[in-house]
């Protein structure tokens, strides 16, 4: 089992950053590659972004590229989501999941049907 619990959510207005953390317990942190999805309100959950087990392979939806910035911790069993230049539509709940990976480097999956564990999610509403 990992345990994910994501914070730093909240309101923010348009053109605003927010950070999101998540921070993982339970298995080695470090065999999981670790995604963001969001999803709001009315919508199906979305892939926002990915990353390898070691960090160094990253995935993005089109909607966030150039905004958005994923990157992990592996010492501190985090992971985290740099928010910039945040529109109205970004808003939704964001969740952290995790996905067992063989290799370290191998491409995170944008699909969240391959995601063995998540967090309950945290809040992101932008304001207009």
């Known amino acids: 089992q990992v345990q994910l619990v994501e914070s730093g959510g909240g309101l923010v ?36 972004t990915a990353t390898s087990r070691s960090g160094g392979s990253t995935a993005y939806a089109d909607s966030v590229k150039g905004r958005f910035t994923i990157s992990r911790d592996n010492a ?15 808003t939704a709940i964001y969740y952290c999941a995790a996905d067992w990976a063989m290799l370290p480097t191998q491409l995170p999956s944008m699909t969240s049907e391959t995601y063995d564990y998540w967090g309950r ?4 509403t932008v304001s207009s």
């Open 13 to 48: 207005q348009a053109g605003g950053s927010l950070r999101l953390s998540c921070a993982a317990s339970g298995r080695t942190f470090m065999n999981y590659a670790m995604g963001w999805f969001r999803q709001a309100p009315g919508k199906e959950r979305e892939f926002v």
């Open 76 to 90: 501190k069993n985090s992971v985290y989501l740099q928010m910039n230049s945040l529109k109205p539509e970004d």
């Open 121 to 124: 999610g945290t809040q992101v």
